[in-house]
């Protein structure tokens, strides 16, 4: 199995919550996050940076 990661950028406010807490995560010179790795095996700390989004920006999505 793996997962999709989606983070919905229109949405981010670039607060960096999910690249403190996953290093798959990276902030970008635009102020918004970026994931390095798009389709993952193991949902890790994906799962947790999603579930401390403040908005709800992060899509962790079976495939
Ligand atoms: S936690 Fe959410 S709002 Fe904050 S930088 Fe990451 S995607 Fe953007």
Same mark, same amino acid.
């Given at each position: 199995?793996? $997962?999709? +990661? @989606? @983070? #919905?950028? =229109?949405? &981010? @406010? !670039? &607060?960096?919550? &999910?690249?403190?807490? /996953?290093?798959?995560?990276?902030?970008? *010179? *635009? !102020?918004?996050? $970026?994931?390095? =790795?798009? =389709?993952?095996?193991? +949902? !890790? /700390?994906?799962? =947790?940076?999603? *579930?401390? &989004?403040?908005? #709800?920006? @992060?899509?962790?999505?079976?495939?």
């Amino acid at each position: 199995m793996s $997962y999709n +990661i @989606i @983070i #919905d950028r =229109e949405r &981010c @406010i !670039g &607060c960096g919550v &999910c690249a403190a807490r /996953c290093k798959n995560f990276e902030m970008k *010179d *635009d !102020g918004k996050a $970026y994931a390095k =790795e798009l =389709e993952v095996k193991e +949902i !890790g /700390c994906n799962r =947790e940076a999603a *579930d401390n &989004c403040p908005v #709800d920006a @992060i899509m962790v999505n079976k495939k």
